[in-house]
């Protein structure tokens, strides 16, 4: 796990970059002042360390349905290194 910048678009707007942690695969752990959230990663950015979740694409918030499925998220970030998956 580490810690990145996440954009998320919506209705074809960009907002501005937040802080987000990198799990593993093509996953984000975001939070605001509604909550905690997991979203895939849409696209890389030629920002380091910067990722598009397009939630035009996908809305989904994998640990809405499923909570607990935020620890097995979190172990396998501990036992493995970031790789990059495709869309």
């Known amino acids: 796990m580490r810690k990145v910048n996440v954009i998320f678009v919506l209705e ?16 984000v752990l975001v939070s605001d002042d509604e ?8 696209t890389e950015t030629t920002e380091p360390n910067t990722y ?3 939630l035009d694409e996908n809305n989904t918030d994998i640990i809405a349905k499923s909570p607990k499925s935020l620890y ?7 036992n493995s290194t970031f790789r990059w998956i495709s869309a």
């Open 12 to 27: 074809g707007k960009a907002d501005q970059p937040q802080e987000a942690l990198l799990l593993t695969g093509d996953k």
């Open 35 to 42: 909550g905690i959230g997991v979203y895939r990663i849409t």
């Open 52 to 54: 598009i979740v397009n």
């Open 72 to 78: 097995d998220l979190i172990l396998k970030g501990a």
